[in-house]
């Protein structure tokens, strides 16, 4: 299948720094990428929708200006949490939808945030 | 909002055994995919469905799409050791693509 990566694997970060997380479809282009937030034992929780050129989506409940998004190519999307606090330490996941194979949605490996 | 059902929330099986497990929701889908997560790691892709009553197969896993496209299940038969992880379950919602993800069924195997 499809391969998306994403970096770091881990951060620690102290709080009220910023911390950006890159999200790289390797092998094919995605002119949406989506990211994704679990808390352990939890379900994955959809931020927000990345589109390639434009601003991004952001779900209800999910501040855009704490949670900055950057989709500047067709294979990059980044993710910056600005300001982080500890409640934000989480595991953060971003997806890209392979449009050449319809609708499925490939996942990164996540990137593991912890804020002291 | 639109909510995914999962059950059941975790099993705990023998080696060898078959698993079933399945999603249940309100709303239509028009896609339902079913993932696995193992800790510390994004899930991984396991079987996409896009048409109602589809069955679709991907080695000891297959999956079905419900014809109403309100539930999806999703077997493991001859379960092993590695097939330990969490399964989640998710429905494409609107057509910029989100997913709504089921709370997961976390699957044990004793040797």
């Known amino acids: 299948g499809a391969v998306v990566s994403q970096h770091p694997s881990r951060v620690i970060c102290k709080s009220g720094t910023s911390v950006k997380i890159e999200c790289r479809s390797l092998d094919f282009q995605a002119t949406t990428m989506f990211w994704y937030r679990q808390f352990p034992k939890q379900s994955l929780m959809l931020m927000a929708t990345?589109?390639?050129?434009?601003?991004?989506?952001?779900e209800q409940g999910v501040e855009k200006d704490k949670f900055l998004i950057n989709h500047a190519s067709l294979t990059l999307s980044t993710l910056t949490v600005t300001s982080a606090h500890p409640e934000d330490s989480s595991f953060y996941i971003c997806s890209a939808r392979d449009e050449a194979v319809g609708e499925t949605q490939y996942f990164g490996p996540g990137t593991r945030l912890l804020v002291l | 909002g639109q909510q995914l059902n999962q059950s059941p929330q975790s099993m705990f099986i023998q080696e060898g055994e078959d698993v079933s497990m399945n999603c249940t929701s309100s709303s239509i889908f028009n896609t339902w995919l079913w993932y696995k997560q193992d800790p510390g790691e994004g899930p991984v892709l396991l079987i996409a469905?896009?048409?109602?009553?589809e069955l679709t197969s991907n080695g000891r896993l297959t999956a079905q799409f419900g014809i109403t496209r309100k539930d999806s299940f999703l077997n493991i038969s001859a379960s092993i050791p590695s097939d330990v992880g969490i399964y989640f379950c998710?429905?494409?919602?609107?057509?910029?693509?989100?997913?709504?993800f089921g709370k997961g069924t976390k699957l044990s195997v004793k040797p």
């Open positions: 990345s589109n390639e050129g434009s601003k991004a989506t952001y």
């Open positions: 469905l896009y048409k109602a009553g």
């Open positions: 998710a429905g494409l919602r609107g057509s910029q693509g989100n997913l709504i």
